[in-house]
């Protein structure tokens, strides 16, 4: 069996790196986390949430508008 794979701290965001990259509010962000719209977060045993930038990647691709 292969090793478990851990994000590296450069490839998690907090909540604002994201927000601010993405542009938009932290009430925009846990607006979409209360309808289950947000990309895949993290909770650290302090309660703080992160982001995986590959997560986000694929949660951009999902979005991604085929029009």
Same mark, same amino acid.
């Given at each position: 069996m292969g090793?478990?794979t851990?994000?590296?701290?450069? %490839?998690v965001?907090?909540v @604002?790196?994201f927000c601010?990259?993405m +542009?938009?509010?932290? @009430? ?5 986390? +209360?309808?289950g719209?947000?990309p895949?977060c ?5 309660g %703080?949430?992160?982001? @995986? ?5 694929a949660?951009?691709?999902?979005l991604?508008?085929?029009?």
């Amino acid at each position: 069996m292969g090793r478990p794979t851990h994000a590296r701290v450069s %490839e998690v965001m907090t909540v @604002d790196e994201f927000c601010a990259e993405m +542009k938009v509010s932290k @009430d925009t962000f846990y607006h979409w986390r +209360k309808v289950g719209t947000a990309p895949i977060c993290h909770r650290l045993p302090n309660g %703080e949430l992160r982001i @995986d930038r590959a997560d986000r990647d694929a949660w951009l691709a999902r979005l991604r508008d085929v029009a």
